[in-house]
């Protein structure tokens, strides 16, 4: 959510969701995805253990521009029915250095459709009181509006008519 809200902030009403961000990034992939990340950033690969009651596969702590990150590798997630989410999935490549050596990552993303089910199963489901969880599930239709236009003036017509 937190990335489309950046990428369609040109949206004057998206300003009042402002900040977007929640402590972590989470990410809808196996450990096998998680390893591939850790590896290319170079971070460190954490497995949950089987005792720990958690949707999470794997987590990632890494270091980017001098910056501490974690990414959640969830398994499920809450409100997306599992085949729709891996059909609906976008992909955007990120470019990267490290030691010297450039390189290319492609990042799946989830559907802003999807984004937007996740936080309405948060607040309802989960019952998340807290103010991050409130401005992602405001912000959450502004952002599907966004991603649909964009797909129409881009002439994607089908990736609209998918989404609906």
């Known amino acids: 959510m937190n990335l489309w809200a950046e990428f369609y902030s040109a949206a004057d009403e998206l300003h009042l969701y402002r900040p977007y961000t929640s402590k972590d ?26 005792d720990n009651q958690t949707p999470e596969t794997a987590i990632v702590e890494a270091v980017v521009d001098g910056i501490a990150i974690r990414i959640d590798f969830l398994g499920h997630v809450l409100g997306v ?27 799946p993303v989830m559907n802003p459709l999807h984004c937007l089910q996740s936080r309405i199963a948060n607040l ?23 991603y649909i236009s964009h797909a129409l003036r881009d002439g994607d017509h089908r990736e609209a008519t998918r989404t609906l």
């Open 81 to 107: 029915r599992p085949k729709e989410l891996t059909a609906g999935v976008a992909e955007i490549i990120v470019p990267y250095e490290r030691a010297g050596f450039a390189g290319q990552v492609a990042i």
């Open 124 to 146: 309802h489901i989960l019952k998340r009181p807290d103010d991050t969880a409130r401005r992602q599930a405001a912000a959450a239709p502004i952002v599907l509006q966004e």
């Open 25 to 50: 990034i989470d990410y809808f992939g196996r450990r096998e995805a998680a390893q591939k990340l850790a590896q290319a950033l170079g971070g460190k690969l954490l497995i949950p253990g089987i």
